[in-house]
């Protein structure tokens, strides 16, 4: 079955801290990997989209990697903000042609 | 550029109604998708239209359908509405015909079944 996961559920850091979320999947054999964040009661924002033949992409103060081969991709905020409060959701193209989302990431940045 | 709009926001329904909700994808794009989101099974493909037929389709039983237009824009059904049916309704689109381009999500409709 593919699946996505994201651990930790919750994580809470202080300002201005660099930090990485992980997402692991469990069929190597994807298309492209998209992050998107989450607010309360809001739709997804998309951040970044790593295609499978490229190992990173970065945007601002984000870059996420991918390695198919271990089944992971991390996102990385440097500098974290209040603003970066949010759920972040990581989401595979499997070949199905559907996005199968992990259950995220509850990031607090701690003022 | 305007991004994904859907309406309405909010929705309240009873049992055994039917509702449908709207999705008008970013100027330009044709691939239309739906997803439905509760705190139990989180995010779940519904399905996906381009051209205006349906190219893709989740595990979700028959009351839930939807159909494209000749504009992009797409509206989802729910018949005979049930309680688990309370979630979050997002549309995606994406702008060409590769199933696995960039998805650019809307707010959402938030339905609720009594």
């Known amino acids: 079955k593919q699946e996505v996961t994201q651990i930790p559920a919750a994580l809470s850091v202080p300002e201005g801290e660099n930090l990485v979320l992980n997402c692991s999947f469990t069929d190597s054999a994807i298309y492209n990997l998209q992050w998107f964040r989450q607010d309360p009661g809001k739709g997804l924002t998309s951040l970044l989209l790593i295609q499978s033949s490229q190992r990173e992409q970065t945007s601002g103060r984000l870059n996420a990697s991918l390695d198919k081969s271990s089944g992971r991709s991390t996102l990385y905020i440097a500098a974290s903000q209040p603003g970066d409060s949010a759920t972040y959701l990581c989401?595979?193209?499997?070949?199905?042609?559907?996005?199968?989302f992990g259950t995220g990431t509850r990031l607090t940045i701690i003022p | 550029k305007a991004g994904v709009t859907q309406t309405p926001r909010y929705l309240i329904k009873t049992r055994g109604q039917q509702v449908t909700l709207s999705c008008s994808p970013i100027s330009g794009h044709r691939s239309v998708s739906w997803y439905q989101q509760t705190p139990g099974q989180g995010l779940q493909f519904l399905f996906e239209?381009?051209?205006?037929?349906?190219?893709n389709k989740g595990n979700f039983p028959g009351r839930f359908s939807g159909r494209q237009f000749s504009n992009s824009r797409s509206e989802m059904n729910v018949s005979t509405l049930e309680l688990g049916d309370s979630a979050l309704y997002l549309c995606?689109?994406?702008?060409?015909?590769?199933?696995?381009?960039?998805?650019?999500f809307g707010p959402g409709t938030r339905l609720t079944v009594l």
């Open positions: 989401a595979v193209f499997f070949g199905n042609e559907k996005l199968t």
């Open positions: 995606a689109s994406a702008p060409i015909a590769d199933p696995y381009n960039e998805q650019f």
């Open positions: 239209y381009f051209s205006e037929t349906q190219r």
